[in-house]
Structures are given as structure tokens and as C-alpha cells.
């Protein structure tokens, strides 16, 4: 396994064990505090184990980017970017002219649904076709 | 571009897995390298010349 994995794993199963600690040493304190802290260590700590544990699967001893791979990131995020900032500005206009109306949390969750979209369809189409022209 | 790293490889016996292992890229690398879909750094192809005992003149084809 990787070092970066075996840190992942490690920083994971740490976080794991103080959110049991926490629930065992505070079991008997009914506090929301404790509760909210040990779901979000618990939460961090599989997280983590996910994270290095599926990444080993994946890649094993390969590495996980080259430089083919790093110019196809870079532009996806490029694309990314550029979309997110041309659909900010489409919906500040339309609630500009009184066209369409969007709370902060839809006009938030669209954002980032797009960013996130257009990023992963950018990258399987430019990992498809090999180089970035 | 063309290149004759498949044919290079086939004589030295290595798989596109052994050849990105000793270059240090993905095989998928290799892959569209051998296609002639990617256009390598300079230092990639330097490596791979290397690794395949040629000179990167030798190794890539240039087309006008």
C-alpha cells in the first residue's frame, strides 16, 4: 500500500476510535454537543477508510496521475469554471429582468450541481480522446 | 506523429503495463502514445527513448 494511503486508512481509523471513545466515556452525558461531535468523527473516519482503502484497489502501486492526466484536470476545471461562471451570470440576469426567481439554496444547488457535471463530462470525454489540442 | 514504440517494445519484450511502470505514467498513457493520439512532454519521451535504447529522433516520426 501506498504511504499516502496508509494515512488516509490511519487519520481515518483514528478519527473512528475517538468517535467510539467519545460515545462510550460519554454515554451517561446526554449533551447534543457529544452527539454531533461523534457523528461527524464517525462520518470523517469512514470517510478516510473509504478513501485510502479504495484508492489502494484501484490503483495499487500505479500511479494515480501522470501528465496526460494532470492536462486533462487542469482543462476540466478550466471548463468547469468557465460554464459555472456563464450560468451565474445567465441567473443574475434573469432575477435581474424579474424573469425567473431562484432562493439562495436552489441558485447554490444548481451551481454546484453544474460545476460538478460539467467537470465529470469533460473529463471522460477528454480521457476518451487521449490529448487536450 | 507517428512512433514506433510498439515495435520498439515488442522487440525488448515489454508489455505497455512494464513500459509505463518504468517511465513512471498510467498505461493508458501508453496506450494512446502508441496510437499516436498523445503528444508527450519532452522528458516523457526522452524517458521512453531511453528505456526502448533509441534517441527520441529515432523513436517519433515527424510529419510536415
Known amino acids: ?133 | 506523429m507517428k512512433n514506433r514504440i510498439k515495435e520498439l517494445r515488442a522487440r525488448y519484450n515489454l508489455t505497455q503495463e512494464d513500459l509505463a511502470k518504468k517511465v513512471g505514467v498510467r498505461r493508458e498513457t501508453i496506450v494512446f502514445l502508441e496510437k499516436g493520439k498523445y503528444n508527450p512532454s519532452l522528458k516523457l519521451a526522452h524517458d521512453v527513448a531511453k528505456v526502448l535504447k533509441t534517441t527520441v529522433n529515432e523513436l517519433f516520426i515527424f510529419e510536415d
Open chain 1, 1 to 133: 500500500m501506498k504511504k499516502e494511503y496508509k494515512y488516509y486508512t490511519g487519520i481515518g481509523a483514528a478519527a473512528f476510535l475517538v468517535a467510539i471513545t467519545l460515545q462510550i466515556f460519554w454515554s451517561g452525558i446526554d449533551t447534543i454537543w457529544v452527539s454531533r461531535i461523534t457523528s461527524f468523527l464517525t462520518t470523517v473516519g469512514i470517510a478516510f477508510i473509504a478513501l485510502g482503502v479504495g484508492r489502494h484497489m484501484i490503483y495499487k502501486e500505479k500511479p494515480e496521475e501522470d501528465e496526460r492526466t494532470k492536462k486533462i484536470s487542469a482543462l476540466t476545471l478550466s471548463y468547469s469554471w468557465i460554464v459555472t461562471l456563464v450560468l451565474v451570470g445567465v441567473l443574475l440576469l434573469l432575477d435581474k429582468w424579474d424573469i425567473f426567481k431562484m432562493t439562495v439554496m436552489q441558485a447554490l444547488g444548481l451551481t454546484m450541481f453544474v460545476m460538478i457535471v460539467v467537470a465529470i463530462v469533460a473529463e471522460l470525454y477528454l480521457k476518451r480522446k487521449g490529448d487536450i489540442e
